[in-house]
């Protein structure tokens, strides 16, 4: 379990004043729950993530993982697909998949097979001893959604894991992992700016909009499982939850313009 | 680490079928390229030699810079007697010493510096003082130190190559991605790990940079130690060469100090070659 109280972030501008960029945020993430935030780009989603898993440190408030506050950077049995792919651009893309399985000692063989199926899993099956800067955006980004999946952490943290895909891809790729959630029960915390995508993937949707970006909304999603997310599209529920979450994004969108 | 852009020349198609690169033309475009630049090399190598040879003499004293034709013989003479082997072999193990103690210092007090931030606040200023000194205004220092053999020379090399390799693994530790190191931690890795995968690597590309810049800055120490005091050694040979007026002689110790350092920046290419093949794969190929 996850949980946010009244947590601020301020960072330093290169003026050299502070500025917040997270203000007053709380909400939790329940454990196998999957939770979508969305938001415009620059509200603090990625900022978000980095303080949940304790890379940067909170300037107001507490964060809380699994009954232990958060004070250094959290490594038990979590996950993080970074907005960056963040591969290691000397090893292959085998031997990226495989270096958290390394890290908790599984056997090479074990090894091997769990990185060949992840990186088939990702249609990367052909490109296993590709090095990163031979694969393009897109494909360097699944490579670290393999990564992080190939390990089975019990909760994972995902930014904008299929931002730089193709729709194809992309929903291939939500089946993918809406079908692991559902078998292997997981708490997600999902970022995306795609509205259908949050509502096609998650159990809630949080809004966080503004500068500084603040939670403007909890929307439970209460769209039965499982979901064609191909035909979601034309579902009255999602059109009215799509338009209600829209309504909170809106001010934001408009400010920015 | 970033995105990329995502134009190559290797196309590779979607459904993964990977599809022979159409550049036939371009390589037989690169390769006239190249046999042009090369054919320009050798010309413009031979215009030079010629005019050497012509102005020697006939404007310019021969004894003041020789000729190709008499370097060339002198140096072939020279390889034939065995005390020129000698001071070959004592400069290349002068060379060789003083390097590998440059090189794994500069390495270490790099990565300790990049690493420990208290450390580099302290004695960053204090290192950036002592490479303030004109490193071969040492030499008498050294040679009062460790003597008149092999390790005042030593001495001096290492302690150029020192500060090359520094700066560069020292540069190469603040470059590592952060990001890259605690998503490692994330994933669950301990500091061996982080070490061996993540930071090493990332410091292969300055850790060579250092390398080959150190070949000629580690023969310039030597030689320097050699021209204050030694009675070995190609710069020793140099300087008798240089008070004996036998500018061919002089000639022929310099293209040997050169071919020294070519051999050294060669070994080094080689294995930069092995290490880094990962790097060779990139986009901007
Ligand atoms: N290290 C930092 N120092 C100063 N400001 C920062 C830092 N990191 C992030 N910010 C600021 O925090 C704000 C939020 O950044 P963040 O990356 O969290 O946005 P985001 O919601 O993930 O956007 P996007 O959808 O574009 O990825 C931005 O205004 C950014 O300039
Ligand atoms: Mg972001």
Partial sequence: MLEFRNVTKRFETPGGQEVNVLQDVSFTVDDDEFCVVVGPSGCGKSTLLNLALGLVPVSEGQIIHNGKVVESIVSS???????????????????????????????????????????EAVGLGKFVDFYPGQLSGGMQKRCSIARTMAYDPAMIY????????DAITRTVLQETLLNLWQTRRKTILFITHDLVEAIALGDTVIVINGQPGSVKARIPIPLSRPREIRHLAADTEFVELHTKIWSYLEPGVESMA | MSTRIESRSTAVAVDGEIVAPKTSSRASRDRKWRLKVSIGQVVAI??????????????????????????????????????????????????????????????LVGVL???IKFLSGVFEPII?????????????????WFGLGIWSKVAQAS?????????????GMLSISPMLVKLFQVMGAKRGYVARKVVLPSLSIPIFAGLKASVPFAMI????????????????????????????????GIIIMVAMVLIGMRIVTFCQNRVLFWQKQGHGR
């Fill in chain 2, 159 to 171: 302690m150029i190559v020192f500060f090359v390799m520094y700066y560069n693994v020292y540069m």
């Fill in chain 2, 46 to 107: 031979l215009a030079i030699l010629a005019i050497w040879q012509g102005i020697s003499g006939a404007i310019i004293p021969a004894y003041l810079i020789s000729s190709p034709t008499s370097v060339i013989s002198d140096t072939i003479t020279l390889l034939q007697t065995h005390t020129m082997w000698t001071d070959i072999s004592v400069t290349a193990q002068e060379l060789i010493l003083g390097y590998a103690i440059g090189v794994v210092f500069g390495i």
């Fill in chain 2, 113 to 115: 510096m990049g690493s």
């Fill in chain 2, 128 to 144: 950036a003082g002592i490479n303030g000194i004109p490193k071969i205004a040492l030499a008498p220092l050294f040679l009062l």
């Fill in chain 2, 221 to 252: 120490g030597v030689i320097v130690g050699e021209f204050i005091a030694a009675d070995k050694g190609v710069g020793y040979f140099v300087l008798q060469a240089t008070q004996q007026f036998d500018s061919a002689g002089l000639f022929s």
């Fill in chain 1, 158 to 165: 995902m930014d904008e894991p299929f931002g730089p895909l």
């Fill in chain 1, 77 to 119: 049995d979590v996950g993080y697909i970074t907005q960056d792919a963040n591969l290691l651009p000397w090893s292959t893309v085998l031997d990226n998949i495989m270096s958290p399985l390394e890290i908790r000692g599984v056997p090479k063989a074990e090894r091997r097979a769990q990185a060949m199926e992840w990186a």
